[in-house]
């Protein structure tokens, strides 16, 4: 498939291209003195919490808007991304402060012109084809191809999203997205990774336990995760870890791929992933939509296949789960959110509770 136009991008700018809540949070202790001070993780979602992270709003003034920093990498990220992509800004801030927050925005990043500057708060108009925000709402409204969310702490809940953690990692994730609009399904033959992407209930640890024994080629990637072992029979895909060693190896660089899903920490070493390709196996690994396309961030010959089932099946395996209830209403919750994941994957295979039509249509496809 080829396209003949550059690719848009449309940037939110509030804690993706200036601080708003770090700046806002500095202030405070330095106006109030709060010991211990407050810190950004106190701001775990948006909007008033009923805590002492509430004064926050009370510095968002003129002033504010005028003096916000901008964020540690962000010019040279916005000088990047316009080498890859026509860059747009969409930004919501009060009316009485647009002219300074327009001003903010032209003189701090030249690269985009004026006419790509756009106020307002429905960004779920926008035309574009990737939108880069914060606001988890406008990522799961938007109308983008590829809504992406800077994870920052008020949105660590979100699942079943694509999600970055840096302006690094988008970059690599817009290199994926151009790159696929010009390959080919030649391109996706005999892969050196394949990834099974889709939503909680799809089928895909049984799929891949039958893809292993139908084929020789795979050998399973293991995920480390603070889910409680006791609450899944998934265990021969999953290394146990508690959440403050999970968090050691994200810390430490450990994985190259972490993130929450259903209220739980997964993540894959690059070590693993590296011993099965030296092995001369074919890496088979079941990961949400972010540990997919950081796959293909990091190595190149991965496929990933969605495998799409009807909802209602959906939820009857989720609820048939040995889990918690709060466990089983995230998973629930994120199934919408992940069907859009569809449209991104390289493959998209139908499981209709066929274990073995499905798991041959995929090797089909595959080799």
């Given at each position: 498939?080829?396209?003949?136009?550059?690719?848009?991008?449309?940037?939110?700018?509030?804690?993706?291209?200036?601080?708003?809540?770090?700046?806002?949070?500095?202030?405070?202790?330095?106006?109030?003195?709060?010991?211990?001070?407050?810190?950004?993780?106190?701001?775990?979602?948006?909007?008033?919490?009923?805590?002492?992270?509430?004064?926050?709003?009370?510095?968002?003034?003129?002033?504010?808007?005028?003096?916000?920093?901008?964020?540690?990498?962000?010019?040279?990220?916005?000088?990047?991304?316009?080498?890859?992509?026509?860059?747009?800004?969409?930004?919501?801030?009060?009316?009485?402060?647009?002219?300074?927050?327009?001003?903010?925005?032209?003189?701090?990043?030249?690269?985009?012109?004026?006419?790509?500057?756009?106020?307002?708060?429905?960004?779920?108009?926008?035309?574009?084809?990737?939108?880069?925000?914060?606001?988890?709402?406008?990522?799961?409204?938007?109308?983008?191809?590829?809504?992406?969310?800077?994870?920052?702490?008020?949105?660590?809940?979100?699942?079943?999203?694509?999600?970055?953690?840096?302006?690094?990692?988008?970059?690599?994730?817009?290199?994926?997205?151009?790159?696929?609009?010009?390959?080919?399904?030649?391109?996706?033959?005999?892969?050196?990774?394949?990834?099974?992407?889709?939503?909680?209930?799809?089928?895909?640890?049984?799929?891949?336990?039958?893809?292993?024994?139908?084929?020789?080629?795979?050998?399973?990637?293991?995920?480390?995760?603070?889910?409680?072992?006791?609450?899944?029979?998934?265990?021969?895909?999953?290394?146990?870890?508690?959440?403050?060693?999970?968090?050691?190896?994200?810390?430490?660089?450990?994985?190259?791929?972490?993130?929450?899903?259903?209220?739980?920490?997964?993540?894959?070493?690059?070590?693993?992933?590296?011993?099965?390709?030296?092995?001369?196996?074919?890496?088979?690994?079941?990961?949400?939509?972010?540990?997919?396309?950081?796959?293909?961030?990091?190595?190149?010959?991965?496929?990933?296949?969605?495998?799409?089932?009807?909802?209602?099946?959906?939820?009857?395996?989720?609820?048939?789960?040995?889990?918690?209830?709060?466990?089983?209403?995230?998973?629930?919750?994120?199934?919408?959110?992940?069907?859009?994941?569809?449209?991104?994957?390289?493959?998209?295979?139908e499981n209709n509770g066929d274990y073995d039509k499905t798991t041959n249509k995929i090797l089909e496809l595959l080799f």
């Open positions: 498939m080829s396209r003949r136009f550059r690719m848009t991008t449309a940037l939110d700018v509030d804690d993706v291209l200036l601080e708003c809540v770090p700046y806002a949070i500095k202030l405070a202790n330095e106006k109030y003195n709060f010991d211990p001070p407050l810190t950004i993780y106190e701001v775990d979602r948006w909007g008033k919490l009923g805590t002492r992270a509430d004064v926050i709003f009370e510095f968002f003034t003129e002033e504010f808007f005028r003096t916000q920093p901008v964020i540690a990498g962000a010019k040279e990220f916005v000088r990047k991304l316009s080498q890859m992509t026509e860059v747009f800004v969409c930004t919501s801030v009060y009316p009485q402060f647009m002219s300074i927050r327009a001003e903010v925005i032209m003189r701090e990043f030249p690269e985009i012109p004026p006419e790509n500057i756009y106020m307002g708060s429905r960004k779920d108009k926008l035309n574009v084809d990737i939108l880069f925000d914060d606001g988890m709402h406008n990522v799961l409204n938007s109308n983008a191809a590829y809504p992406i969310l800077m994870r920052r702490p008020w949105n660590q809940r979100a699942t079943g999203m694509l999600a970055v953690n840096n302006y690094d990692e988008f970059l690599k994730l817009v290199e994926v997205i151009t790159t696929s609009y010009s390959a080919t399904k030649d391109d996706y033959k005999n892969p050196s990774i394949v990834a099974l992407v889709g939503p909680s209930g799809s089928g895909k640890t049984k799929i891949a336990g039958e893809l292993i024994e139908k084929c020789d080629k795979f050998e399973k990637l293991l995920s480390y995760t603070t889910i409680d072992p006791t609450s899944t029979t998934e265990d021969d895909w999953y290394n146990y870890v508690d959440k403050n060693e999970f968090f050691d190896m994200v810390e430490s660089g450990e994985l190259f791929e972490s993130t929450m899903y259903a209220g739980h920490g997964f993540g894959s070493k690059k070590s693993d992933v590296d011993d099965i390709l030296k092995s001369g196996k074919t890496v088979l690994a079941i990961m949400d939509i972010c540990g997919a396309m950081s796959l293909k961030t990091h190595y190149k010959d991965v496929v990933t296949v969605y495998v799409k089932r009807d909802k209602r099946e959906l939820l009857s395996s989720i609820l048939e789960k040995n889990s918690t209830n709060e466990d089983k209403v995230n998973r629930i919750i994120s199934i919408d959110d992940e069907r859009r994941n569809e449209e991104i994957c390289d493959y998209v295979v």
